[in-house]
């Protein structure tokens, strides 16, 4: 019995994850990476600036956390974290990456 490829099958937030961090780990293997993109990310979630600057702390903060770096960690630039910590981190946005893409489509806001 042959087994159906659909390549819109929905996909388990778990799986999307799986995929996302072996993409990441492929890229590095052939790209490499000099961590730019991700400063840059980390940089502008910390601009003081913004007029939502508090509210991206606490979604950056929230990546630490799901990431499992201990709260003292936090303010650290990204070179001043240990490899297992990014490591951690970036698996945290995939994770977040794959949540994202199933959230509903037409959000509506309470009045």
């Known amino acids: 019995m042959a087994i159906l490829y659909s390549p819109t099958a ?4 778990g799986k999307r994850t799986e ?3 072996r993409i ?10 000099d961590g730019k993109a991700l400063q840059r990310f980390i940089d502008d ?3 003081r600036r913004d007029p939502l600057s ?8 929230a990546l630490f956390f799901l990431a499992n770096i ?7 630039a990204l070179n001043e974290l240990t490899a297992q910590e990014k ?11 794959a949540m994202v893409s199933l959230f509903p489509k037409r959000l509506t806001m309470p009045l």
Do not use: F
């Not at 929905?10 to 937030?13: D, K, P, Y």
């Not at 508090?54 to 903060?61: G, K, V, Y």
């Not at 981190?89 to 995939?94: E, T």
């Open 24 to 33: 990441a780990e492929i890229r590095m293997q052939h790209w490499g990476d």
């Open 10 to 13: 929905e996909l388990s937030v």
């Open 54 to 61: 508090t509210e991206n702390r606490r979604a950056l903060s």
């Open 19 to 21: 995929g996302l961090n």
């Open 70 to 76: 201990p709260s003292s960690r936090h303010e650290l």
């Open 87 to 97: 490591r951690a981190l970036i698996q945290a946005m995939n994770q977040c990456r």
């Open 45 to 47: 979630m910390r601009d």
